[in-house]
């Protein structure tokens, strides 16, 4: 990718404002009315914000109206079909806009950002009415000289859009949703398999690789885990780590340092170190107290 030198990069809202030629008032957002676009450049384009892009059906209603959602750092053709003309709208926010806002504890929420591949709705005609006039209020917003009060508006609408969204997403995917809700019992499982598995070469699990496992991304397993496990992912896969060293110091006579290398540590002291923290108590003295009892 760095080697091609046609590659459209797009990391601010000032270069989506330049990319499509419209305008923005505001650092945060920016709407673009497709169908006010002579051509769309049909080359790809990285781009490091977030978007969502709603397209109507098309003139022989073979298509209906749909919607895809693009978290930041994607590398992708935005509209695939070449260099043509569109009948739609394209919202792009960054992250600056999230942090201290309502949307900062709710983009967890909205999956499609999040469930590890590019999602794209398909919606009815009137639904897509519905989406059209959050973006249209959007733009109406961006369009005003920002005070003290754009931030919190345009977040609050972008909520209001996404909620409507994630409504879409949940009644077609309802096996995605129950999935995410059963993520615990996911976790449980996969750390099972794991730490059953043959002792050579195993390392520690980490958040990154059981998001890898489950095909999400490790941001999104951590706020799915806050959600419905009451912990985060790493507080998670620490106590299972525990769990399966209490079990091997109550039942098997091998030396502490052994199953620190079973079990993937890369030194005796980390198990020990971390056994410590959050047992509070070593792993020696652990066992000690085992036999006593």
Avoid at 18 to 27: H, L, Q, R, W
Avoid at 237 to 249: F, M, V
Avoid at 260 to 284: N, V
């Amino acid at each position: 990718m760095g080697s091609n030198k046609s590659i459209k990069r797009v990391e601010t809202i000032a270069d989506v404002s330049k990319y499509f030629g419209v305008s923005a008032s505001n650092e945060w957002t920016c709407v673009v009315d497709l169908s006010q676009m002579a051509k769309i450049d049909p080359q790809p384009i990285y781009i490091n914000l977030y978007c969502v892009v709603c397209v109507a059906e098309d003139s022989n209603k073979q298509q209906q109206p749909r919607i895809v959602f693009m978290p930041p750092d994607h590398f992708r053709d935005i509209f695939p079909n070449g260099y043509t003309t569109f009948d739609g709208w394209m919202l792009c926010f960054n992250q600056s806009l999230i942090e201290g806002t309502i949307l900062e504890n709710r983009m967890g929420e909205y999956a499609f950002f999040h469930d590890g591949s590019l999602a794209q709705l398909s919606i009815s005609p009137t639904e897509y009415e519905m989406i059209v006039n959050c973006m249209f209020s959007l733009r109406s917003e961006q369009d005003n000289i920002p005070d003290r009060y754009t931030k919190r508006i345009l977040a609050a609408g972008i909520a209001v859009l996404l909620t409507q969204c994630l409504r879409y997403y949940e009644r077609q995917s309802p096996r995605n949703y129950t999935r995410n809700a059963d993520i615990v019992k996911q976790m449980d499982l996969l750390l099972n398999n794991h730490f059953a598995s043959p002792y050579p070469h195993r390392a520690l699990p980490t958040v990154a690789w059981c998001a890898k496992q489950l095909h999400i991304t490790p941001n999104y397993l951590g706020d799915l885990m806050r959600k419905y496990g009451e912990c985060s992912a790493q507080e998670f896969i620490h106590q299972r780590i525990i769990d399966e060293i209490k079990a091997r110091l109550e039942l098997d006579s091998s030396s502490i340092s052994q199953i620190a290398y079973d079990l993937g540590f890369k030194y005796p002291h980390h198990l020990s170190r971390l056994f410590t923290k959050i047992e509070g108590c070593s792993p020696h003295d652990y066992r000690t107290s085992l036999a006593t009892k």
